[in-house]
């Protein structure tokens, strides 16, 4: 197989994690030998490290996930190709990998020679394989005997390398796709020898599979634990004895807030802060930048300031909404704020300072955003005007904030990217890999944007004001433009200039600060006094 064959194969840096889950293929990359070259040198340092330390280390093992050229170099290989994942037009550039099946002999002998190759590399292992063949992706059959023959064929593939192997898998599979019902998931689990597959389940603290599924059925896993599943009397102790140990003395107020924001922020487990409550859903959390369809003529959007009380809330990704009373963490981040002057030298301190006031102010931008659309509804221009400003100027305060603290800026995300670089054309690619993770990639056309924008989106400084900022504007200045107009708010305009302003943004080569400015402290008793101390929030 040639180079050029892997270049279609392989995405770009910050697209590897899809590319390996067999999402995409090819987007953002060729990989230069250099970067290649780069990554083996530090894996070889990191897993050095990790035996030194008496850590595990976990290897990767053949999931199947095959170039295209494959499919011409054996062209009896069971090999099929798999649906679209998120792309605008099914672009076979890009999307519908190739999968190579595990009952092909072919499986098995890339599967040891995989696991020879990387012995051969490193020296030693630890017997232990990660792979992750349905990640996101539908098996072709959801027949019993088919799937455990799938399980079994990529075990052996394993084994085959290693005697002593063992699998491995994400459990993460088990929550996104329905297609894994009770039946077709004791296939897959039973299909290795009891104790040759570990289920590690990463969303357990949300959506513990366990609990629905008899234990995984038998089969060893790991999940996380949570301060929510400690028994009430130790998880107590713990939350107060964590603002200690996080900034280095006891502050009661600050332990308060903790014991808050464990209540409400940190309390996703079961969807509310209280069992014994309902669950006050409010303005779901968005970015500034927040768009939207259209009805009628108007923008589509749910009645401003609904305020609906309900007994359960939605597992649904697409669904907003707001396991917490908003009120409550604003009294927490006051309790964090009245203790300033203690803990101010605390590094660990300024980065929650920062990072509570942001979730506070988001909130805050939620509820004027609906103003907007309420006033644009209602068709009052001035309003709609003056709201939107205002709106426009709270995006550029929260671009100080996170600016006050290293923890939040966009600068060092870039940097860190172009000094990979062994010229300018790898510099270029990898700042654009960067940019276009955190803000919309994959595909778009000149009306359509990709259906994974702000799929990485992140709150740092520089993006809110040179990305978001902007972005929000052209949206409030077809808002106005409709009014003013006595027309339908023109979609098709709006979404002209927003990808334009998002393409051209990721082509660019600005430069970014890497040290923070300002002063973490006052900056948030600044905004809270300037947004907080008179607002009413709606839950």
Not at 77 to 86: E, H, P, T, V
Not at 340 to 350: A, F, M, Q, V
Not at 478 to 502: A, P
Request: overall charge negative.
């Amino acid at each position: 197989m040639s180079t050029s064959d892997l270049d279609d194969f392989f995405g770009g840096p910050a697209f590897l994690a899809w590319s390996r889950m067999g999402n995409l293929h090819g987007w953002g990359g060729p990989l230069p030998q250099s970067w290649l070259d780069q990554q083996l040198d530090m894996q070889k340092k990191i897993l050095a490290r990790m035996y030194e330390l008496g850590m595990t280390p976990v290897l990767p093992a053949f999931s199947g996930n095959v170039p295209a050229a494959l499919k011409r170099i054996f062209p009896l290989a069971k090999i099929s190709r798999l649906g679209n994942w998120f792309s605008v037009k099914n672009d076979l550039k890009w999307c519908c990998t190739y999968l190579l099946d595990a009952t092909d002999p072919l499986f098995i002998d890339i599967g040891k020679a995989f696991i020879e190759k990387q012995l051969q590399e490193y020296g030693r292992t630890s017997h232990i394989y990660n792979c992750d063949t349905f990640d996101e992706n539908t098996p072709p059959s959801d027949d019993q005997e088919y799937i455990s023959s799938l399980g079994a064929a990529i075990f052996k593939g394993m084994q085959s390398g290693d005697d002593d192997a063992v699998w491995l898998m994400q459990g993460w599979l088990f929550s996104y796709d329905p297609f894994w019902r009770p039946s077709q998931m004791k296939a897959l689990l039973h299909s290795v020898p009891i104790g040759k597959l570990v289920v590690l389940d990463l969303y357990a603290e949300v959506k513990p599979i366990w609990i629905t599924s008899e234990q995984f059925y038998g089969v060893p896993y790991i999940w996380k634990v949570y301060a929510a599943q400690l028994r009430s009397k130790h998880r107590d102790a713990w939350v107060d004895l964590y603002s200690t140990r996080r900034y280095g003395q006891s502050v009661p107020l600050i332990q308060e807030g903790w014991n808050i924001l464990y209540h409400t922020i940190y309390n996703c487990t079961d969807g509310a802060y209280d069992k014994n409550r309902d669950v006050i859903v409010s303005i779901p959390d968005v970015h500034p930048s927040l768009i939207s369809g259209q009805q009628n003529g108007f923008p589509k959007y749910g009645k401003p300031y609904t305020k609906t009380v309900i007994k359960e809330v939605t597992d649904s990704y697409e669904q907003p909404h707001l396991w917490y009373p908003t009120s409550e963490v604003i009294h927490a981040l006051e309790l964090f704020l009245s203790s300033g002057e203690e803990l101010s030298r605390s590094n660990t301190y300024r980065y929650d300072i920062v990072d509570l006031a942001r979730q506070v102010l988001a909130k805050y931008a939620n509820q004027l955003f609906f103003e907007i659309i309420e006033a644009y509804q209602s068709r009052g221009l001035d309003q709609v005007t003056v709201l939107s400003q205002k709106f426009l100027n709270l995006v550029n305060d929260l671009d100080t904030l996170l600016a006050s603290h290293d923890g939040f800026l966009l600068g060092p995300w870039l940097e860190s990217a172009k000094q990979l670089a062994q010229n300018q054309e790898e510099k270029k690619q990898y700042e654009w890999n960067a940019r276009t993770q955190i803000t919309m990639w994959y595909d778009n056309t000149e009306l359509e944007a990709s259906l994974l924008r702000d799929y990485g989106n992140k709150y740092w400084s520089g993006l809110l004001r040179d990305y978001y900022g902007p972005r929000a504007a052209i949206y409030f200045k077809q808002l106005r433009e409709s009014l003013e107009k006595g027309e339908d708010f023109n979609l098709k305009e709006w979404r002209r200039e927003w990808i334009k302003l998002t393409n051209d943004w990721q082509n660019s080569t600005n430069i970014f600060p890497l040290k923070s400015r300002g002063d973490a402290l006052n900056t948030s008793r600044w905004l809270f006094n300037k947004y907080l101390r008179t607002s009413v929030f709606i839950a």
